[in-house]
């Protein structure tokens, strides 16, 4: 299995609703990664997990909160967002750090009304 | 000055040619260059990885780091309409996570 996989594909929600997104690998990967992406723009880092362990927080607002289950799974927990907050989530892994070559899931496109 | 520049583009060719997408850089410390590939409402798919100067091939697709001028390109041959992406280059410096170019959107017109 050499895949990152994401769930759900899409999502609509209210800015007062909750709501979670997955990532799964099953590469033993150690390191992994949540990136925000805007229409034409390259991905920007959000949250990157470490052995399971928040190593890197790139001052994302507290309404997106990050969990790691265990070294296949990383959630992204959503709650009272706005709607610029609408975008593509992807999610990534790396072998074992943030130094080793990261492998792309295919994202969850987020709708904010 | 952003640390790696990318001409969006959009690059329009016709099918069967040979395509040049290029990034410079500005910090000596990179060291990890990376291509990735993505299609429209997709996530990046990596395409090839260099360390440090020299060339690289796979298939049709060419990956080149100049580190001495801090340049670096994809050439792409005879390329296919399957090829209309956005390929965008990435590099790091062996401690710190990915940073991206802005992408530059290609279009190989049948």
């Known amino acids: 299995d050499t895949e990152v996989t994401q769930t759900p594909k899409h999502l609509v929600m209210g800015m007062t609703n909750k709501k979670s997104l997955k990532c799964e690998q099953h590469m033993g990967h150690r390191a992994m990664y949540w990136y925000k992406q805007k229409a034409k723009k390259p991905p920007e880092l959000m949250f990157v997990y470490s052995y399971e362990k928040l190593s890197i927080n790139e001052s994302v607002p507290s309404r997106f909160s990050p969990e790691c289950p265990n070294s296949s799974l990383l959630n992204l927990h959503l709650h009272a967002l706005q709607p610029e907050d609408s975008a593509l989530y992807l999610c990534?892994?790396?072998?074992?750090?943030?130094?080793?070559?990261?492998?792309f899931g295919p994202g969850t496109r987020l709708t904010v009304l | 000055q952003k640390e790696v520049e990318q001409d969006p583009g959009p690059l329009s060719v016709p099918e069967g040619a040979i395509v040049s997408l290029n990034c410079t850089y500005s910090n000596s410390a990179f060291q990890y260059f990376m291509w990735y590939r993505q299609y429209s409402r997709k996530g990046p798919e990596l395409l090839m990885y260099t360390y440090s100067s020299g060339n690289k091939e796979d298939g049709r697709f060419t990956a080149q780091v100049d580190k001495s001028s801090k340049y670096i390109s994809l050439f792409i041959r005879d390329s296919q309409p399957s090829d209309s992406a956005t390929y965008l280059c990435a590099t790091h410096t062996g401690r710190r996570a990915l940073t991206f170019g802005s992408g530059t959107r290609l279009q190989v017109q049948p």
């Open positions: 990534a892994s790396s072998p074992k750090s943030i130094s080793d070559t990261q492998y």
